[in-house]
Nanobody, 119 residues
Framework: QVQLVESGGGLVQAGGSLRLSCAAS????????MGWFRQAPGKDREFVAA????????QYADSVKGRFTISKDNTKNTVYLQIHSLKPEDTAVYHC????????????WGQGTQVTVSS
């Protein structure tokens, strides 16, 4: 069983920065890809960024390109999301997710960490 625990969220002013972390545990943790998603109040969950565990190929939602950077530390089983130039519309609960195989929907989900951006 895999567990994902996010941290690093908080209240920041517009233009500020945050680094979110997602620590994974579990003997079966061997992901193909890890990703970040977010859900704002009253909105559907949306994809933010993803990175392959081996190789480190990444992809981003158009709305965050140039401001968000996803990275990983395989030795710590941790994925990061560095966020710069925060905007009020970035306010959401940010969830970490993982999938063990290519082409398979994300199987593992964390509880999320709240990011609130004040204008």
């Amino acid at each position: 069983q895999v567990q994902l625990v996010e941290s690093g969220g908080g209240l920041v002013q517009a233009g500020g920065s945050l680094r979110l972390s997602c620590a994974a545990s579990g003997r079966t943790f061997s992901p193909y890809s890890m990703g970040w998603f977010r859900q704002a109040p009253g909105k559907d969950r949306e994809f933010v960024a993803a990175i392959t565990w081996i190789g480190g190929s990444w992809q981003y939602a158009d709305s965050v390109k140039g401001r968000f950077t996803i990275s990983k530390d395989n030795t710590k089983n941790t994925v990061y999301l560095q966020i710069h130039s925060l905007k009020p519309e970035d306010t959401a609960v940010y969830h970490c997710a993982g999938t063990p195989r290519r082409g398979v929907a994300y199987d593992w989900w964390g509880q999320g960490t709240q990011v609130t951006v004040s204008s």
